[in-house]
């Protein structure tokens, strides 16, 4: 089936750690995203990427960092430097780039990070 | 700058009940879409309707269904005789049409509606 994927689902890290989420799919979507999701709160965007070797900051992209070396592929890096990483990342992917309005974002399962 | 508002935070309805989840939105673009996602408890969001601007027609899907108004800036969606597998937070989204300059057209999201459907 296709689909996104994030792994892992749970995910606990040390202060001063850096640490990697996984997100894959195999829709063969051109544009990958990554959000934040904090309790009560919508989802902001950390870094988004539309074609692979490429990338761009969202919001809040300070403290984390991401590559796309290939088209299914979009690790997000969540480094020391984030004061408050506790909280639910999801990847999302569109089809067409995201350079039209009119696409449509995917979104994987999620990762829920914890800092002890 | 484009802004999503949805203001009920939390609201529990029992079973078989209707409820209305109501979406308010900014824009200074004439041309956008807007969009409901459903976070079920396992955290994933799923995508349940794209609606252009230019289109203001009501849109039914089951038990679904959106109230699209222009004039009040609302995209309001009502679940008629709820079950519990509805229970999850519900998430409105505007994109614009006006190309941000930063590379992609930026999705903004409402902070969302837990609707806990009591059985």
């Known amino acids: 089936d296709g689909g996104i994927t994030q792994s892992p689902k749970y995910l606990f890290r040390k202060e001063g750690q850096n640490v990697t989420l996984s997100c894959e799919q195999n829709l063969n979507h051109d544009a990958m995203y990554w959000y934040r999701q904090d309790p009560g709160q919508g989802l902001r965007l950390i870094y988004y990427?539309?074609?692979?070797?490429?990338?761009q900051k969202g919001d809040i992209a300070e403290g984390y960092s991401v590559s796309r070396e290939k088209k299914e592929s979009f690790p997000l890096t969540v480094t020391s430097a984030q004061k408050n990483p506790t909280a639910f990342y999801l990847c999302a992917s569109t089809p067409q780039g995201g350079r039209e309005y009119t696409d449509t974002q995917y979104f994987g399962p999620g990762t829920r990070l914890t800092v002890l | 700058a484009q802004k999503v508002t949805q203001a009920q935070t939390e609201i529990s309805v029992v079973e078989k009940e209707d409820v209305t989840l109501d979406c308010v939105y900014e824009?200074?673009?004439?041309?956008?879409?807007l969009f409901w996602y459903k976070q079920p408890p396992s955290g994933e969001l799923v995508f349940l309707i794209r609606?252009?601007?230019?289109?203001?027609q009501n849109e039914i899907s089951g038990r679904y269904s959106w109230n699209f108004q222009k004039s009040t800036s609302s995209f309001n969606f009502t679940i008629t005789a709820s079950q519990v597998v509805d229970s999850a937070v519900y998430f409105c989204?505007?994109?614009?049409?006006?190309?941000?300059?930063?590379?992609?057209?930026?999705?903004?999201f409402g902070k969302g509606t837990k609707l806990s459907v009591i059985p």
């Open positions: 990427s539309q074609i692979v070797n490429d990338f």
């Open positions: 824009t200074r673009d004439t041309t956008y879409y």
């Open positions: 989204a505007l994109s614009e049409a006006t190309y941000s300059g930063a590379g992609s057209y930026q999705l903004t």
């Open positions: 609606r252009n601007s230019f289109d203001e």
